[in-house]
């Protein structure tokens, strides 16, 4: 492996480190600068309704134990600083009260493939697809439909995308109801026709949602940004007049010189992508993690909102740092130093 | 009697630039004729501005707006060798298909940033290779790495991404790019400006090498006459669009007939001659108002009355050798 | 610095007189403004529930019912004016905060290179990584005791200062090779006059937009947070109100005289907002003006 790589992948690992640790130092820093009486405050509202919920005294202890030692209620500030970090990268946050008597743990596990599947289908879809419809509308840059294209993109773009995202839920779930947004059944039989269906009834509009403002709004933008770019450039020009087909002009010329910093593009928004599929699926009633953030946060579940937090941080963060780590390797300009 | 690859008729061409509402035509190509024999390099020299480098785009048909073809024909023989082609009057994506790389090519100006960064130097080859002569696989890296070995590349590089290579190396694939379809024709914009002086020979060099063996004609543009002294066998001097003497180079050089010539001619430093060198004086003209008559006659020490008003013809002077002077008129 | 405020009034109406957008959006925003600032005149009882007859559709009896009424007995009318000054309240912390620690950490990063700016990039980078949908909901989660306003535009400025930073390190560096200020800097200028008046202007271009990108995204944000309860439900802003529509199902129950304002001036600031960014940036890019 060669010197610099090895430089890269060190530094790029040191920062993954450090964005998980100063996500959760900040977390504990907040925390500590309050003035302790919120922090028993929220203890107290919280074991009033873990009290309410779970009823068993002995699950009730043990949840007062763990917010007694994470929130900094005991011991000294190293041994709180070592017990928040670590129950922040195993997710031990004990009992969730909204899923007793499941843990943390485990019910965030139930969840997490529906949301990974739905992000990771979309997200990628999106980026697929905005940026060979910019790349197309730069090579068709001055005719009307990349004219049209173009202002569709930038009345989409700045508009936040629940909004567009409410819309598609009055229009297909109130107007034509062909998706409900009611909570779903799976059916049990994971390799049923029925199990198959039901995915797609639930995964289309959150996805349509995410792919279509993604697609059309910032991915498309930058491509185009970009292709206009090079097409300006002086290989691209003598690609033309080599009488290289338009064909590969757009791919090997186009859309491969695009397509690299669209990477590291997609590795820097991965948060900003993160939330959104979230918001998307509080929106849709999807089944993910999003949806249960939101009923943990309105039933005052901090133990399973904590976990789901440190979940977002330490997911978002692999997946960049993996998208980092590849890029260098798809990249010749990068690679071969 | 001898056949001639290319042949170019009264061949006008400019720019038409709209400014705030008005528009003004940029007279960059005013009636250029020429007829080039087989196996020849033919050198073009000019000013900055001149013309030469929108002359070669009109000769290749590379013609994006604002760039107009006024009148005028470009003529290529075809590979059979009965009848012409008439390259400007092709549609474009004939043109690409069927002329581009086929009969003609071109070793861009700025060769060090021509070659695709995401692309390997072997890909490179083979998508020329597969258009134009269906050519795929292994023959199409054999035919490669000869050429590439023609000028002088091992063929480790076959692999390489351009970004590995030197600007020279680079500059040397191009050459080898534009020859491996074995065009007829092939045009060279500025060869040497962007380099120094060791690599311009090496390049001046490899060009001459290359010609004799591939028995080709290559267009050689450029500003620098001295480069162009070591090249050509014929020169062509342009002149505010127009060519204003032509012929084999000896006999331009030895024998310059027109002031301009002349004038260039005296600037160049000589071994052995310790006089001081006079520049050019003037500057060219501004080509969207070129002065009536003849273009250069602003600048010009042995200027005639007529000159002013009237367009010189291009008169032989001495045998193949070409000169649009009122100078030479004999009455 | 008295001889600086005439440039920028000066150049504000340049800007203002050269491009369209700009012009449009500013009036726009203008207009919105004066809209909400009818809230200073709102009166007392405003805030409380119930006072107003609940679900009343427009009516001209009184200022109060001009918009017509909430399904908890509150005047739209009012709730809007003031939901549109608090949300730009947020906006103008979240943005006044975040876009200077960005520009100052940029430029510092940008001017002095080396390992400074390798330090701050990796803190900046490190930042950059963080969910921040995620972060702001547990944050807010659990200061919700404490939360205000202000508190709130601190934390969502949490979130967005890293691009900030990142974009004016940036255009710092490339500005740094340019000739001029080379030039300035071999003619014995010390460095923090460089900064001040050679790199400062260039950069004020974009400042000037990214602070207004950013307060497009603050409220955006904030709204996204009303969403799931966690604004200040008891204040009103665009955020909170949509949330209440959501919550007594206005939609279905068609008390569009409830729904449509909120959205509708939520829909017009982001495009004022917009065509204000818009504007600046064709107007600061002197390829996109046209040719002058």
């Known amino acids: 492996m060669r010197r610099p790589f090895l430089r890269y992948v060190t530094l790029r690992t040191l920062i993954f480190l450090a964005t998980i640790f100063t996500a959760f130092t900040l977390t504990f820093l907040i925390l500590k600068a309050m003035p302790t009486d919120i922090v028993k405050n929220m203890v107290a509202r919280s074991m009033a309704v873990a009290g309410a919920a779970l009823g068993n005294p002995e699950q009730i202890q043990k949840m007062y134990d763990m917010y007694y030692e994470m929130f900094g209620l005991k011991g000294s500030l190293m041994e709180q600083y070592i017990g928040f970090v670590r129950r922040f990268l195993t997710m031990d946050f004990g009992i969730s009260i909204l899923a007793r008597p499941a843990t943390v743990r485990e019910i965030i596990s139930y969840k997490l493939p529906w949301t990974v599947a739905l992000l990771t289908f979309s997200t990628i879809i999106a980026w697929v697809v905005g940026n060979i419809l910019g790349a197309v509308a730069s090579l068709i840059e001055g005719k009307k439909l990349s004219k049209f294209l173009q202002a569709l993109a930038i009345t989409l773009y700045p508009i936040p995308y629940y909004v567009f995202a409410l819309i598609l839920t009055y229009v297909f779930a109130y107007l034509i109801p062909l998706f409900s947004l009611a909570p779903v059944r799976m059916p049990e039989n994971i390799f049923s026709l029925e199990f198959l269906l039901t995915i797609l009834r639930v995964m289309t509009l959150p996805a349509l949602s995410i792919i279509i403002i993604g697609a059309l709004g910032w991915w498309f933008l930058s491509s185009r940004a970009l292709g206009l770019n090079i097409l300006s450039e002086d290989f691209y020009w003598y690609g033309e007049i080599r009488g290289l087909p338009g064909a590969i002009l757009l791919k090997k010329y186009l859309l491969k010189n695009i397509m690299m910093p669209q990477i590291t593009a997609l590795s820097l928004n991965l948060g900003t992508i993160f939330g959104g599929a979230l918001l998307t699926e509080m929106l849709f009633n999807f089944p993910g993690l999003g949806l249960l953030l939101y009923q943990a946060v309105n039933a005052g579940d901090y133990p399973l909102v904590l976990g789901i937090v440190s979940l977002s941080i330490i997911g978002v963060a692999v997946a960049s740092y993996i998208l980092d780590l590849v890029y260098p390797l798809i990249d010749p300009r990068v690679r071969y130093r | 009697m001898s056949s001639f690859p290319i042949i170019v008729k009264n061949l006008s061409g400019g720019y038409l630039i709209g400014l705030n509402g008005t528009k003004k035509y940029v007279d960059a190509v005013n009636n250029v004729n020429f007829k080039l024999e087989e196996n020849q390099i033919i050198g073009i020299a000019g000013e900055s501005g001149c013309g030469k480098s929108t002359l070669l785009k009109m000769l290749y048909g590379y013609l994006k707006p604002p760039l107009i073809v006024r009148k005028g024909e470009v003529l290529l023989q075809r590979k059979s060798g009965s009848g012409y082609i008439d390259v400007l009057k092709m549609n474009p994506e004939e043109r690409k298909k069927q002329v581009w790389w086929k009969y003609i090519s071109w070793i861009p100006q700025n060769s060090m940033n021509v070659l695709n960064p995401v692309t390997r130097i072997r890909d490179h080859f083979t998508e020329v290779l597969k258009v134009h002569m269906k050519l795929e696989g292994k023959d199409a890296d054999e035919l490669a790495k000869s050429y590439l070995s023609n000028v002088g590349l091992s063929e480790d590089i076959m692999n390489a991404f351009p970004h590995q290579l030197s600007g ?9 790019l534009s020859l491996i379809t074995k065009p007829k024709v092939v045009l060279a914009d500025e060869p040497t400006t962007a380099v120094d002086v060791i690599t311009q020979r090496a390049i001046l060099q490899l060009l001459a090498n290359v010609q004799k063996e591939l028995k080709n004609i290559i267009i050689v543009v450029s500003h620098d006459l001295s480069i162009l002294a070591m090249l050509s066998h014929k020169i062509a001097i342009m002149y505010a669009g127009k060519i204003v003497e032509m012929g084999p180079l000896d006999m331009v050089f030895e024998n310059p007939a027109h002031p301009y010539t002349k004038m260039l001619l005296n600037s160049l430093p000589k071994l052995g001659d310790k006089s001081a060198k006079k520049g050019v004086s003037g500057s060219p003209p501004d080509l969207a108002s070129p002065p009536p008559g003849c273009r250069f006659h602003p600048r010009c020490q042995e200027c005639l009355s007529l000159c002013k008003s009237k367009e010189p013809p291009f008169l032989e002077v001495e045998k193949d050798h070409f000169v649009a002077c009122f100078l030479y008129e004999r009455r | 610095m008295k001889v600086r405020t005439f440039p920028v009034l000066g150049s504000f109406i340049t800007v203002f007189k ?5 012009r449009v959006g500013f ?14 005149f709102s009166p007392e009882y405003h805030q409380y529930l119930y006072y107003l007859p609940t679900n009343h559709p427009p009516s001209l009896e009184s200022i109060d019912m001009i918009l017509g009424t909430t399904s908890n007995g509150r005047s739209v009318f009012w709730s809007l004016t003031n939901a549109i000054i608090n949300s730009m309240l947020i906006a103008t912390v979240t943005s006044m905060v975040a876009c200077h620690i960005g520009l100052i950490l940029g430029l510092v990063a940008g001017v002095k290179g080396g390992i400074t700016d390798r330090f701050i990039m990796f ?9 921040g949908l995620p972060l702001t909901i547990m944050l807010v989660m659990i200061l919700k005791p404490i939360i205000n306003l202000v508190l709130i535009g601190l934390i969502i400025s949490i979130i967005s200062w890293p691009w900030s930073s990142r974009m004016i390190r940036s255009i710092t560096l490339s500005l740094r090779e340019k000739d001029f200020i080379v030039l300035a ?8 006059k460089v900064i001040m008046f050679e790199i400062f202007p260039h950069l004020l271009g974009f400042h000037l937009t990214n602070i207004i990108n950013t307060m497009i995204l603050t409220i955006g944000a904030e709204v996204g947070l009303a969403f799931l309860g966690l604004s200040i439900l008891e204040m009103d802003t665009l955020g909170t109100m949509i949330y209440w529509i959501q919550r007594y199902g206005a939609m279905l129950h068609n008390l569009w005289w409830w729904v449509v304002p909120p959205v509708f001036i939520l829909i017009l600031l982001f495009l004022s907002l917009y065509l204000i960014s818009a504007g600046l940036q064709e107007y600061l890019n002197p390829r996109l003006r046209g040719g002058r």
Do not use: C, E
Not at chain 2, 168 to 175: S, T
Not at chain 3, 18 to 22: G, S
């Open chain 3, 18 to 22: 050269a491009n369209f957008k700009f």
């Open chain 3, 123 to 131: 803190f900046t980078d490190a930042f950059i990584a963080i969910p």
């Open chain 2, 168 to 176: 020279g190396m680079r500059q040397r694939i191009v050459i080898a």
């Open chain 3, 185 to 192: 800097q071999l003619s014995g200028m010390s460095t923090l």
């Open chain 3, 27 to 40: 009036v726009l925003f203008l207009a919105i403004m004066f809209f909400g600032s009818f809230s200073l």
